[in-house]
């Protein structure tokens, strides 16, 4: 077997069409506009280090270092950025840092480490806009999680479930990263939610995004986060814990109707309840929140054991929220929705690296998680973008998928009449 090869050609050519619709859209320009302005001798815009990295992530690898490794020959060709060095990308990522904070809560001693970056969640969100995510969108709908994110660095405090990493906190709207907060593993979700949230919802109003309702589970069940989310959003559907009070307004609810759901069969129901009341009486905090509804689904427990505040041997979740207008049922379909979320973290994790941080610093890893972030946007819009002119792709695919179907096609730039050309060895049925 007699073997030709060629310098020039790239087995990942479909990443030029990617980098193109990006050149179209501004990102690039965008990106040098605002992060921070680099001395007249450097080599590298900030274009070349962030298309850099996530041309990295768009063609299967996990780590800058795959720049110098597996794709040395592959990207050198490309004529819209200048490729740098992975030290050099790492090293500007540091520059983007912001200092971590340090918090101590009004009833503890412990030290809580934050890590939040204005800058490129702003340059997150420039961009969601000029990608046009959010306009489509008549009543939005924030979504609010935070994530156990494992790892050994030198700086992880361990996280509640017993091990080192970090936890942090990640707004969505649809399945848009708008926001993200890092925090050290032993601030757990709901430790100083309430100043996450306000910093959040500062930034989105400061970008005229407006949120009609927001969504997020039990950690963010009390006075300081409902209060100051009642401030910033219309209506809110948040997951309810059991207490006593909780436990006495289900002793009140007398319309329940029976249900069966995934052939188990339940019962709802749903009252008026003022949460936190008689906390914010003793703490002699004003109290702001709206009326109320709880919106409780039970089912019979098959030990038969009984619920010591209730009197009834029946598992319980509530729905706690403001919305007065949707029936019992469409809250808990309404609320049950942002269960895709964890499907988002799970591709964040996996498909664009948040598992494999590169620093041993918080703050240095919160910028690694924002640029990730990003990338993570823009194939969501690229994926819909490229799948309605290319019939082998679809909205659906993860990222792996559309690497093998799209990004890995052999390509060679030659430059012919003084104007560079893109070959594309194989069939490629995209409507330009």
């Known amino acids: 077997m007699k073997l030709i090869q060629s310098t020039q050609l790239t087995p990942f050519g479909g990443l030029n069409f990617v980098l ?21 001798q450097s080599k590298y815009s900030w274009k070349d280090i962030i298309y850099s990295f996530w041309s990295v992530l768009l063609c299967g690898g996990d780590c800058a270092e795959d720049l110098s490794v597996n794709f040395k020959d592959s990207f050198h060709t490309n004529p819209f950025i200048n490729i740098p060095s992975p030290d050099r990308i790492l090293g500007r990522m540091k520059d983007l840092s912001e200092p971590k904070q340090i918090f101590i809560t009004p009833r503890g001693s412990s030290k809580h ?20 995510c959010l306009k489509s969108t008549k009543h939005i709908t924030l979504d609010y999680d935070n994530t156990n994110i494992f790892s050994e660095k030198s700086d992880a405090a361990m996280t509640y479930l017993k091990d080192r990493g970090y936890t942090p906190g990640v707004g969505f709207i649809g399945n848009t990263v708008v926001y993200v907060e890092n925090r050290n593993g032993n601030s757990d979700a709901q430790t100083l939610q309430q100043d996450t949230l306000s ?18 589970d039990s950690a963010s069940c009390q006075l300081s986060t409902l209060s100051e989310v009642s401030k910033n959003v219309d209506t809110f559907y948040i997951r309810a814990r059991m207490n006593e009070s909780l436990s006495e307004a289900i002793t009140q609810i007398s319309n329940w109707t029976s249900i069966e759901v995934q052939d ?83 591709v964040l994790k996996n498909d664009f ?17 924002l640029i990730t972030a990003m990338c993570r946007n823009l194939y969501h819009f ?35 009449g003084r104007i560079m050309k893109l070959r594309v060895f194989g069939r490629v049925e995209l409507r330009t």
């Open 113 to 132: 480490e934050f890590s939040f970056n204005d800058q490129l969640n702003q340059l997150n969100l420039s961009i969601v806009k000029k990608l046009g």
């Open 353 to 369: 690296s948040w598992n494999k941080m590169p620093f041993s610093k918080i703050e240095y890893n919160t910028v690694f998680l």
């Open 199 to 216: 910093r959040m919802f500062k930034l989105l109003n400061a970008n005229n995004i407006r949120i009609d309702r927001f969504r997020a």
């Open 20 to 40: 193109t619709e990006f050149e179209t859209l501004g990102i690039g320009k965008l990106i040098n506009q605002q992060l921070p302005l680099l001395a007249n």
């Open 264 to 346: 188990r069969e339940m019962l709802r129901g749903s009252t008026l309840f003022n949460p936190f009341q008689k906390i914010a009486g003793r703490n002699h905090q004003e109290y702001i929140l709206p009326p109320c509804r709880l919106v409780v689904t039970k089912e019979k427990r098959v030990d038969g054991q009984i619920n010591l505040f209730t009197g009834e041997a029946f598992n319980y979740a509530a729905i706690l929220t403001n919305d007065h207008f949707m029936s019992d049922d469409q809250i808990v379909m309404f609320y049950n929705q942002r269960g895709a979320i964890e499907r988002e973290f799970d």
């Open 382 to 416: 690229i994926i819909n973008c490229f799948s309605a002119r290319y019939k082998n792709l679809s909205p659906e695919f993860r990222l792996k998928k559309f690497i093998f179907r799209f990004i890995c096609i052999p390509t060679k730039w030659i430059k012919t």
